[in-house]
């Protein structure tokens, strides 16, 4: 069974930076996609950063492109994301989650197809 737990959530001024973990069980690298995403009051869930486990390759949205980064530990079996000169904008309750491997990218970072999700974790970047 797959569990996804985030962490590493909270407030930051524009310009910071945070780390989000995802501590996932249950998760045999190399055979998922993982991603992380975001959903902020009264909009649709974004889809943020998407790796897959086998080889490591990884894929942004333009929103977050060349200010965050996703990146997997294996032997400590969490996924991560390093956020860099955040802006208010990316103010959400961040998700990590879990699918086939099989995923392109456009449908990975839909996030439609990912059946596992953790709980979630608040972000929140002050002007």
């Known amino acids: 069974q797959v569990q996804l737990v985030e962490s590493g959530g909270g407030s930051v001024e524009a310009g910071g930076s945070l780390r989000l973990s995802c501590a996932a069980s249950?998760?045999?690298?190399?055979?998922?996609?993982m991603g992380w995403f975001r959903q902020a009051p009264g909009k649709e869930r974004e889809g943020v950063a998407v790796?897959?486990?086998?080889?490591?390759?990884?894929y942004y949205s333009h929103s977050v492109k060349g200010r965050f980064i996703i990146f997997q530990d294996n032997a400590k079996k969490t996924l991560g994301l390093q956020m860099n000169s955040l802006k208010p904008e990316d103010t959400a309750i961040y998700y990590c989650a879990a699918g086939p491997s099989w995923l392109s990218a456009a449908e990975a970072l839909d996030g439609s197809s990912m059946p596992y999700w953790g709980q979630g974790t608040q972000v929140t970047v002050s002007s």
């Open positions: 790796i897959y486990t086998a080889s490591f390759t990884t």
């Open positions: 249950g998760v045999t690298y190399g055979s998922y996609s």
